[in-house]
């Protein structure tokens, strides 16, 4: 009896124990669900009060663990945008924009900047393997939502009858008063520029520095005839030519990854910007296409414009008053007039630039290398430059300071000139086709303070005429010695430079 009952017992434990596990154990499992589906309501809370709709791994298969799954988005992210919220994607396919090259997608753009306006961090996209004409349109702030990106990997074409136009507009495409705004892709900006060149090809100011290039038969020296393709245009074009893409009154901006080519005028242009960033970016215009800049800098501050390609009619870069902390690197020039610092003073203006650096640059067959250029009687001052690492490949004129500017047949001669002072050249090498140094300096406001340091430029005659270095009224240091010798530039400073007065303080 006594062995039964301990056997009983014995098993009547086990029975137990296995009964209280598997409680404890269901418990445990109800907690646990429990627990994870208190925490992905929390979650959807927390995303309500922040105003997100949507996770932005919405395309994610995995199935949701709460019980009411959500509404999937009314237009489902395009290939290659995945990692973008669907709701902050604004293609111009679906607000009526074709493709075709043909038809005009000016509204269609209209209407998807509109809705994109509205989305922080939305994204305008303009679709690969598509050609939109697009007349002159402005994406304009200030009440648009910030951080907006203009995704181009399509191509976008100008129109090219005169009546697009009416009497005349300064740009086509306009981003006006937005903050962190980007332009980015692999996309194409076409301004089909021949029409406007061939209309009015010598309407245009020339560039003064023609006056020192001289043919050998000492023919003058213009712009060649441009060739018209006579499939494009529509009667004769304005004599008001529009910049391609235009920035006015924003900050933070990024250009990167997008070609601009055959603009009518000027390609890319900054106005009244804070905070640009330039980088991966392409210029492609023929050498003779007039007035046709790559990158055009106003009134801008805190620049960076770097690893890019430049091919262009006119100033591969060029700087203009009211620009200061701009910083230009790696940058391929050619063909162009080389990269510029002004036309500054005109009109008896005032002119204000600083703290300017240009480095790492190599330049192929252009006009002129490094540049500043001003008008007489203008006012204010240029200081604090430095270009540095320039390689030259047969440039014609590449070291130029000119306070003599003038891009008319005749100028009046002024005595008052912007003030040039702390203009730094350096590592400046390769090879020149006119003449290596041109440094002429205003005879009542001398320049100050201009250092050369290893200068080695060697001749290559082709056909003009070659002269040796020039200077004058250029005071300051040659630190090292120089090919071919600067022997003009004066050791010092000038003994009776005018005293700048309120006026030409910047």
């Keep these: 009896m006594g062995g039964f009952s301990f056997r009983s017992f014995t098993f009547m434990f086990i029975i137990a124990f296995l009964v209280w596990s598997s409680n404890v154990e269901t418990c445990y499992a109800r907690r646990g669900r429990h627990w994870r589906q208190t925490t992905t309501t929390s979650s959807a809370s927390l995303y309500k009060k922040k105003g997100k709709s949507h996770h932005h791994n919405n395309g994610s298969k995995s199935k949701p663990k709460h019980s009411s799954p959500p509404s999937m988005p009314t237009n489902p992210p395009r290939k290659g945008y995945d990692d973008v919220p669907s709701s902050t994607i604004f293609d111009v396919r679906d607000f009526g924009a074709t493709g075709d090259g043909k038809t005009d997608d000016t509204k269609a753009f209209q209407a998807a900047w509109a809705a994109a306006c509205k989305v922080e961090a939305s994204t305008f996209v303009v679709p690969s393997q598509y050609v939109f004409l697009v007349g002159p349109i402005s994406f304009s702030g200030p009440y648009?939502?910030?951080?907006?990106?203009?995704?181009?990997?399509?191509?976008?074409i100008a129109p090219v009858d005169a009546k697009s136009w009416g009497s005349g507009l300064l740009q086509w495409l306009e981003?006006?008063?937005?903050?962190?705004?980007?332009?980015?892709?692999?996309?194409?900006?076409?301004?089909?520029?021949?029409?406007?060149?061939?209309?009015?090809?010598?309407?245009?100011?020339?560039?003064?520095?023609?006056?020192?290039?001289?043919?050998?038969?000492?023919?003058?020296?213009?712009?060649?005839?441009?060739?018209?393709?006579?499939?494009?245009?529509?009667?004769?074009?304005?004599?008001?030519?529009?910049?391609?893409?235009?920035?006015?009154?924003?900050?933070?901006?990024?250009?990167t990854g997008i070609k601009i080519q055959n603009s009518q005028q000027c390609h890319l242009?900054?106005?009244?910007?804070?905070?640009v960033t330039v980088y991966n970016f392409t210029v492609s215009s023929p050498g003779d296409s007039p007035n046709t800049d790559g990158i055009h800098l106003q009134n801008s501050k805190d620049v960076l414009i770097r690893s890019s390609n430049i091919a262009c009619g006119d100033d591969c870069v060029s700087i203009q008053t009211g620009c200061t902390n701009v910083y230009v690197h790696n940058i391929n020039c050619g063909p162009g007039h080389g990269i510029s610092i002004g036309s500054l003073g005109k009109d008896n203006t005032k002119a204000c630039v600083s703290n300017i650096t240009v480095k790492d640059i190599v330049m192929q067959n252009t006009m002129n290398g490094v540049r500043i250029k001003t008008w007489q009687g203008g006012s204010g001052s240029v200081q604090g430059v430095f270009f540095s690492n320039i390689q030259v490949s047969e440039v014609q004129l590449p070291i130029v300071i000119d306070q003599f500017y003038c891009d008319k047949s005749k100028c009046k001669n002024q005595t008052s000139a912007v003030a040039l002072s702390g203009i730094n050249f350096e590592r400046i090498r390769g090879t020149y086709t006119v003449k290596p140094v041109h440094l002429a300096c205003s005879d009542s406001m001398p320049c100050q303070d201009v250092t050369l340091t290893d200068i080695q430029l060697k001749p290559i005659?082709?056909?003009?005429?070659?002269?040796?270095?020039?200077?004058?009224q250029t005071f300051g240091e040659l630190y090292t010695p120089t090919l071919p010798p600067i022997d003009c530039l004066q050791v010092g400073k000038p003994s009776s430079n005018r005293i700048q007065g309120d006026h030409d303080q910047c």
């Excluded at 391609?244 to 924003?250: I, N």
């Excluded at 242009?269 to 905070?275: L, T, V």
């Excluded at 005659?461 to 020039?470: A, I, K, V």
């Design 269 to 275: 242009k900054f106005d009244n910007c804070i905070g």
């Design 175 to 255: 981003f006006t008063k937005l903050v962190g705004i980007t332009v980015k892709g692999s996309g194409v900006i076409d301004g089909r520029g021949s029409v406007w060149w061939q209309d009015t090809p010598y309407d245009d100011p020339l560039d003064d520095e023609l006056k020192l290039i001289i043919p050998l038969n000492k023919t003058s020296l213009r712009y060649p005839s441009i060739p018209l393709n006579s499939s494009l245009g529509g009667g004769k074009m304005p004599s008001i030519k529009p910049t391609a893409l235009r920035f006015y009154g924003s900050f933070n901006v990024t250009v």
């Design 461 to 472: 005659q082709e056909r003009y005429h070659m002269y040796d270095p020039y200077c004058w």
């Design 144 to 156: 648009c939502q910030h951080n907006i990106v203009f995704q181009l990997d399509g191509t976008i």
